[in-house]
């Protein structure tokens, strides 16, 4: 059985979602990042994807997930609230479900006409885009996406794997602390 250690964040999604799909068996070890439990060294790899997948995968890597976090952090977590960097980073947001529609109206899926690790590594990030002042209906091609990705079941069960702890409350000052303060850097 794998041992899992995730927290319902869009990375952590990725992977239940994954392990959703491929039907296999694990079991989940909370490590609470507002805690710092994330410092005790986690890793996971993949194989067998084909370039394409894996072109997807490293654009997912590179551009949507720094660039949807920034967003996150600035607009929603910043003790600050700093117009230029929202505005920078929902930009960018903008920009990269632009470059996806483009692909989505070209293709079933990111990697081509199947299914594939890279649809499950970029979803967690956009479907919330709405949620952060994305008008979702410029982008039809994303859009049909996220209805194809929620019919499937494993997406589903992959989303509720910790649907318990998710945040429902600001995060505390300790919390921001740990993840984007000093504490952060102190553990590394």
């Not at 600035?74 to 929902?90: D, H, M, N, V």
């Not at 194809?148 to 649907?163: I, N, Q, T, Y």
């Amino acid at each position: 059985m794998i041992e899992l250690w995730s927290w319902p964040t869009p990375s952590g999604q990725k992977v239940h979602i994954a392990l959703e799909e491929l039907g296999l068996p694990y079991e989940v070890v909370p490590i609470n990042i507002g805690k710092g439990e994330q410092f005790s060294g986690i890793s996971c790899h993949d194989g067998g994807q084909s370039s394409v997948a894996i072109q997807w995968l490293m654009f997912q890597m590179a551009s949507v997930g720094p660039m949807f976090g920034q967003h996150a952090h600035f607009a929603t977590y910043a003790a600050e609230k700093l117009p230029y960097a929202i505005e920078r980073y929902g930009n960018e947001s903008l920009r990269i479900l632009r470059v996806l529609d483009k692909r989505l109206g070209e293709n079933e899926w990111l990697a081509g006409g199947e299914y594939s690790i890279a649809d499950i590594a970029t979803f967690p990030w956009t479907r919330t885009s709405a949620g952060r002042g994305i008008d979702m209906s410029a982008l039809p091609n994303v859009t049909r996406w996220h209805e194809a990705m929620l019919a499937r079941p494993a997406v589903h069960r992959g989303l509720e794997v910790m649907k318990d702890k998710q945040r429902t409350k600001p995060m505390t000052e300790e919390e921001k602390e740990i993840l984007f303060g000093k504490k952060q850097l102190e553990a590394r």
